[in-house]
């Protein structure tokens, strides 16, 4: 097949974007200026006119993007605006962006120490970079620009938005979770957050090393996998229940089949036997939509050792807790709330959602015969992650759900830095599943529940 230089005839021009380092190009003046974002975007539709796409598609992306960076730069020189060669260079960089990327968002994925991309306007971009928020340089040319890269990272994983599903989750290649809004629900414009996740999952070490729990807890946790004890993580929203649950699956072993079950599937399980499902949103008749609640079902009889539910939130928490007393132990699942107590709370209500016409004796009896563990993960004001409470889940004592706090953390204070002081510290409690964990193999020392950690 001919080269992609053979597809190109004449006509218009399109535009650039952002180049490596970002920040150095991206706090140029001329980088935000209409005069440079109009000259971006009449090379980017330049390029669109002058390109075969067909030919192109068949082609190894290395060969398309060396042929296209060549196209584009003749683009350039074709230009009357006066360009230094790193301008050129830099216009170059971010057509390219534009054609294969995600336009001006590129440089800020390719920085692996930002935890979040929060686009409120075109013109307003923050990032999150070690529990920080700060505003950064990086603009988009309008709404219409902004909608066009929502439009682009929603359709790679089959999902849409529009003016009649305004909302929509999805996912980058890399596993990152997105959310859009647009109008009419967003009343300034397209909103985008990019909520990221490293290159390769936080091991549980590194957990430790962070400071976000103790070695002893971690041994705790690492026997409570292993033993099969269904596990609920609750936390805020951005305190880390998914990096926790992603670590403390490391401990499953090989040889079980794991089935998981996500909105947007963000999951990066080590493992290999694993099966994994995602929900469906309605096609542009309002139908074929597939909720959680239908996969979790539908998980029972795929022959899982293990269901993992990314997140419950609604009436899908009575199949999930059903499943954890019906044989299918070692679950494990995250949920929103403030505290293990309030995730109780809400565990209560969104088996209510169900409409199983249960009494609330019943609902209780389900919760506390099916969860053994909460473990609560809080996100502090210097930025910080803490696990506050390992919690077991005793059982019922007329018509309260009882628990026990096994390790805690408790926050002292702020320090000249900023950064929060505080102790974990051992309630001095053994669980009572103790007995489990020593007959699954996992023999804990008995200091391990008197131990205090103290953060400075």
């Not at 506050?388 to 805690?408: A, K, N, Y």
Request: proline residues 6%.
């Amino acid at each position: 097949m001919a080269n992609v230089q053979s597809s190109f005839e004449s006509a218009p021009h399109p535009p650039p974007k952002n180049d490596a380092p970002w920040v150095t190009r991206l706090f140029s003046r001329q980088a935000s200026s209409p005069e440079y974002q109009e000259l971006k975007f009449s090379l980017h539709r330049s390029l669109l006119h002058r390109i075969n796409l067909e030919a192109v598609a068949v082609l190894p992306e290395s060969q398309v993007r060396g042929e296209i960076r060549i196209a584009v730069q003749r683009l350039v020189d074709e230009e009357a605006t006066p360009l230094s060669l790193t301008e050129k260079d830099r216009v170059v960089d971010e057509v390219l962006d534009e054609v294969f990327g995600l336009g001006p968002l590129e440089p800020l994925l390719s920085d692996y120490s930002i935890a979040d991309i929060l686009v409120t306007t075109p013109k307003l971009v923050y990032i999150e970079r070690h529990g920080r928020l700060s505003r950064t340089p990086v603009e988009f040319k309008d709404n219409a620009h902004l909608l066009r890269i929502i439009e682009k990272i929603v359709s790679r994983v089959g999902r849409r938005i529009d003016e009649s599903s305004p909302m929509v989750d999805a996912r980058l290649p890399d596993g990152s979770r997105v959310n859009a809004v647009i109008p009419p629900v967003a009343v300034d414009g397209p909103c985008l957050s990019i909520r990221r996740f490293g290159r390769s999952p936080l091991s549980t070490q590194s957990l430790v090393n962070n400071l976000t729990l103790t070695e002893g807890m971690l041994k705790l946790l690492h026997a409570a996998v292993g033993a099969r004890l269904n596990i609920v993580i609750s936390g805020g929203t951005g305190t880390g229940k998914t990096t926790l649950l992603n670590a403390l699956s490391s401990y499953i072993p090989e040889t079980e089949r794991i089935v998981t079950i996500e909105d947007a599937a963000e999951l990066q399980l080590q493992q290999i036997h694993i099966a994994r499902m995602e929900t469906r949103p309605p096609n542009v008749e309002g139908r074929g939509a597939v909720h959680i609640r239908q996969l979790v079902i539908n998980a029972l009889r795929m022959r899982p050792d293990r269901i993992i539910v990314g997140e419950v939130r609604g009436e899908e928490a009575l199949d999930m807790l059903q499943a954890m007393n019906t044989g299918h132990d070692g679950s494990l699942t995250t949920v929103h709330c403030n505290s293990p107590r309030d995730a109780i709370s809400r565990l209560e209500v969104m088996m209510g959602m169900a409409n199983a016409n249960m009494s609330m004796q019943s609902i209780r009896q389900q919760i506390a015969s099916a969860v053994d563990l909460f473990v609560h993960i809080s996100r502090f004001s210097d930025g910080t992650r803490h696990v506050t409470h390992l919690t077991e889940c005793v059982g019922m004592e007329r018509d309260v759900i009882t628990t026990q706090d096994l390790f805690l953390f408790e926050k002292v204070g702020i320090g000249p830095d900023g950064r929060v002081q505080g102790q974990f510290r051992a309630t001095g409690i053994r669980p009572r599943f103790y007995d489990k964990l020593r007959t699954a193999g996992f023999v804990l020392p008995p200091d391990l529940f008197q131990t205090v950690v103290e953060i400075s």
